[in-house]
């Protein structure tokens, strides 16, 4: 994560790059995990448009600057990064943005009551032009190709644009006094008219290596079955009424867990489902519920992806494919070309994005069995690290590592910012069966938190649980700790108040109880993370190479 200030919620700043210029807003707590995919972009209003192909385009503006609605004419600048469907390259798509240099403002409201230019596309600095509603006119000119305009559905003054390919876009607005902000965008997307493409200009990356780009879509020859129809792993107390079918918690939890936590469990995080078939080629037909499908630094595939497994002759787990989403519903073949034969599948759901429904879809004739979720899983509650943060594809995980490891079903109750040993979430684990419990809520707590809240939670968890395995796990270190003293003090104090946590426990009597340190989660050579705190791939592998031997030996013999 790139910029400079503080978590807007927390600072009312907005984060940009050296010069100011807006290259992404994250939600973080003090201690840097990630709130939630949703709050991506904040302080800002999306504005959802389509392209002239009719794919829909989800333009997110994040203004930094100052306001001034007196009556005098004012200079300014404004830039911000447009994201279509999770972030793109400046020279495809560049948002301008009004503001202007007075009073420090904290949010705006962009309204859109045109739609991109259509016929009004232009190439090489030709003049656009979109009239509005009311008085006033917007008048665009770019000096790169391809260049749409939109406008205000009302204007009460004139406003004008100069733009060109510098970062940055000077204007001058006199508003009036009854003047809402109303903020104009231009949206440069080179994309949107292949046709008039100039030459010399680059062509998108799938264009000029198809391996690049998205999954063919599925065919028609496809039997489609519907996963709600045989289950998922992952769904704690099925049973329970839902507000979605794939939320994680059931509907009474609302009102109960925090605010967060209650929207955070509506990601599909560490749900799988299982099947066989001898179908020579895959297909999946899904619909995810929030249109950022990727983060900054978490792609696609595993905020939004659908990642699958077979067992191999050998009956071990291997890699499959996994589905590239660019939009929230995705209908693809994933896989052709299958080896004959029959085997068993599984597919892991997306991570940081909730489903509205999914369908696996097999060649017609093909034969087909829905595998109904095991029994006795290993439970998992924990942060954004648990969450999956951040994960290339759902089963890289170290919770979805260690089910395949161990052969055994798996829950992810970890809360992106929001895993802090809740009682209200212990109420809920409580009536989960689960072979063993693993409590990782450290990257979100202090360590006050942790001595006040630790062994409240493992006796409600003894008290309807009493043989169950409950291991406590350390919070992994910062991959630049070494180079950041505060950081290091601060895990070297929460990883003591864990410890004293455990003898507490420990010296009641609390048997079946287990401790993972956390210095080496990520490995010894800082290359475990993505941005220090979220693990990366490898990162994750290593976490599961230390958790592995600790739950099978909390598993043996049950």
């Given at each position: 994560?790139?910029?400079?200030?503080?978590?807007?919620?927390?600072?009312?700043?907005?984060?940009?790059?050296?010069?100011?210029?807006?290259?992404?807003?994250?939600?973080?707590?003090?201690?840097?995990?990630?709130?939630?995919?949703?709050?991506?972009?904040?302080?800002?209003?999306?504005?959802?448009?389509?392209?002239?192909?009719?794919?829909?385009?989800?333009?997110?503006?994040?203004?930094?600057?100052?306001?001034?609605?007196?009556?005098?004419?004012?200079?300014?600048?404004?830039?911000?990064?447009?994201?279509?469907?999770?972030?793109?390259?400046?020279?495809?798509?560049?948002?301008?943005?009004?503001?202007?240099?007075?009073?420090?403002?904290?949010?705006?409201?962009?309204?859109?009551?045109?739609?991109?230019?259509?016929?009004?596309?232009?190439?090489?600095?030709?003049?656009?032009?979109q009239r509005v509603h009311e008085e006033g006119s917007l008048t665009v000119k770019h000096e790169l190709a391809d260049a749409?305009?939109?406008?205000?559905?009302?204007?009460?003054?004139?406003?004008?644009?100069?733009?060109?390919?510098?970062?940055?876009?000077?204007?001058?607005?006199?508003?009036?006094?009854?003047?809402?902000?109303?903020?104009?965008?231009?949206?440069?997307?080179?994309?949107?008219?292949?046709?008039?493409?100039?030459?010399?200009?680059?062509?998108?990356?799938?264009?000029?290596?198809?391996?690049?780009?998205?999954?063919?879509?599925?065919?028609?020859?496809?039997?489609?079955?519907?996963?709600?129809?045989?289950?998922?792993?992952?769904?704690?107390?099925?049973?329970?009424?839902?507000?979605?079918?794939?939320?994680?918690?059931?509907?009474?939890?609302?009102?109960?867990?925090?605010?967060?936590?209650?929207?955070?469990?509506?990601?599909?995080?560490?749900?799988?489902?299982?099947?066989?078939?001898?179908?020579?080629?895959?297909?999946?037909?899904?619909?995810?519920?929030?249109?950022?499908?990727?983060?900054?630094?978490?792609?696609?595939?595993?905020?939004?992806?659908?990642?699958?497994?077979?067992?191999?002759?050998?009956?071990?787990?291997?890699?499959?494919?996994?589905?590239?989403?660019?939009?929230?519903?995705?209908?693809?073949?994933?896989?052709?070309?299958?080896?004959?034969?029959?085997?068993?599948?599984?597919?892991?759901?997306?991570?940081?994005?909730?489903?509205?429904?999914?369908?696996?879809?097999?060649?017609?004739?093909?034969?087909?069995?829905?595998?109904?979720?095991?029994?006795?899983?290993?439970?998992?509650?924990?942060?954004?690290?648990?969450?999956?943060?951040?994960?290339?594809?759902?089963?890289?995980?170290?919770?979805?590592?260690?089910?395949?490891?161990?052969?055994?079903?798996?829950?992810?109750?970890?809360?992106?910012?929001?895993?802090?040993?809740?009682?209200?979430?212990?109420?809920?684990?409580?009536?989960?069966?689960?072979?063993?419990?693993?409590?990782?809520?450290?990257?979100?707590?202090?360590?006050?938190?942790?001595?006040?809240?630790?062994?409240?939670?493992?006796?409600?968890?003894r008290a309807a649980h009493p043989k169950t395995p409950i291991i406590l796990v350390e919070d992994r270190r910062f991959t630049?700790?070494?180079?950041?003293p505060a950081k290091a003090k601060f895990h070297s104090d929460n990883h003591a108040a864990l410890r004293e946590a455990y003898?507490?426990?420990?010296?009641?009597?609390?048997?079946?109880?287990?401790?993972?340190?956390?210095?080496?989660?990520?490995?010894?050579?800082?290359?475990?993370?993505?941005?220090?705190?979220?693990?990366?791939?490898?990162?994750?592998?290593?976490?599961?190479?230390?958790?592995?031997?600790?739950?099978?030996?909390?598993?043996?013999?049950?």
């Amino acid at each position: 994560m790139g910029g400079r200030g503080e978590h807007p919620s927390n600072g009312a700043e907005f984060l940009g790059n050296e010069i100011g210029h807006i290259e992404q807003i994250l939600a973080l707590d003090h201690n840097g995990q990630i709130v939630a995919a949703a709050h991506q972009i904040t302080l800002s209003h999306l504005v959802e448009l389509g392209d002239a192909t009719g794919q829909a385009i989800k333009t997110a503006l994040a203004l930094r600057g100052d306001l001034n609605l007196d009556q005098r004419s004012h200079t300014s600048l404004s830039g911000a990064l447009a994201v279509h469907h999770g972030m793109i390259a400046e020279d495809q798509a560049v948002l301008l943005s009004l503001l202007d240099a007075g009073l420090h403002f904290l949010e705006a409201e962009a309204q859109n009551g045109g739609q991109l230019g259509g016929g009004a596309l232009g190439v090489d600095g030709k003049e656009l032009k979109q009239r509005v509603h009311e008085e006033g006119s917007l008048t665009v000119k770019h000096e790169l190709a391809d260049a749409a305009s939109i406008s205000c559905g009302a204007s009460h003054r004139s406003l004008k644009y100069w733009g060109s390919s510098e970062r940055g876009l000077q204007m001058r607005f006199t508003p009036s006094p009854s003047l809402r902000l109303c903020v104009a965008t231009s949206l440069l997307i080179c994309a949107l008219c292949p046709a008039q493409q100039p030459a010399g200009k680059s062509k998108g990356i799938g264009n000029l290596d198809p391996a690049m780009g998205g999954k063919p879509q599925a065919g028609a020859n496809v039997q489609w079955h519907d996963a709600t129809q045989w289950g998922v792993e992952g769904r704690i107390l099925p049973q329970a009424e839902r507000k979605r079918w794939f939320d994680r918690l059931p509907a009474s939890a609302e009102g109960k867990v925090t605010p967060a936590v209650w929207s955070l469990s509506r990601d599909s995080a560490g749900m799988v489902l299982r099947f066989r078939t001898n179908s020579p080629a895959l297909h999946v037909h899904y619909k995810v519920n929030k249109a950022n499908l990727g983060m900054p630094h978490m792609p696609a595939t595993g905020v939004s992806g659908v990642d699958f497994y077979a067992r191999d002759n050998n009956g071990q787990w291997k890699w499959v494919q996994v589905t590239r989403p660019g939009t929230q519903e995705v209908r693809a073949e994933v896989i052709r070309d299958l080896a004959p034969g029959e085997r068993e599948y599984a597919a892991y759901l997306p991570l940081y994005n909730g489903v509205e429904f999914l369908k696996i879809g097999v060649e017609k004739g093909s034969s087909f069995e829905g595998l109904a979720p095991r029994e006795k899983p290993i439970l998992f509650y924990g942060t954004s690290i648990t969450h999956g943060a951040c994960a290339s594809r759902p089963g890289m995980v170290h919770t979805a590592i260690l089910g395949r490891r161990l052969d055994r079903p798996v829950v992810n109750l970890g809360f992106s910012g929001n895993g802090r040993m809740d009682q209200a979430v212990g109420e809920f684990i409580a009536q989960v069966d689960a072979a063993c419990i693993v409590v990782d809520c450290l990257p979100n707590m202090q360590p006050s938190a942790v001595r006040e809240k630790c062994v409240p939670l493992v006796r409600q968890l003894r008290a309807a649980h009493p043989k169950t395995p409950i291991i406590l796990v350390e919070d992994r270190r910062f991959t630049n700790d070494w180079i950041t003293p505060a950081k290091a003090k601060f895990h070297s104090d929460n990883h003591a108040a864990l410890r004293e946590a455990y003898d507490i426990l420990k010296k009641e009597g609390v048997g079946d109880l287990d401790y993972i340190e956390g210095d080496h989660l990520y490995g010894d050579d800082t290359e475990g993370a993505t941005d220090a705190s979220h693990a990366s791939d490898l990162g994750f592998m290593r976490q599961a190479d230390i958790f592995e031997p600790v739950l099978r030996k909390a598993l043996q013999g049950r």
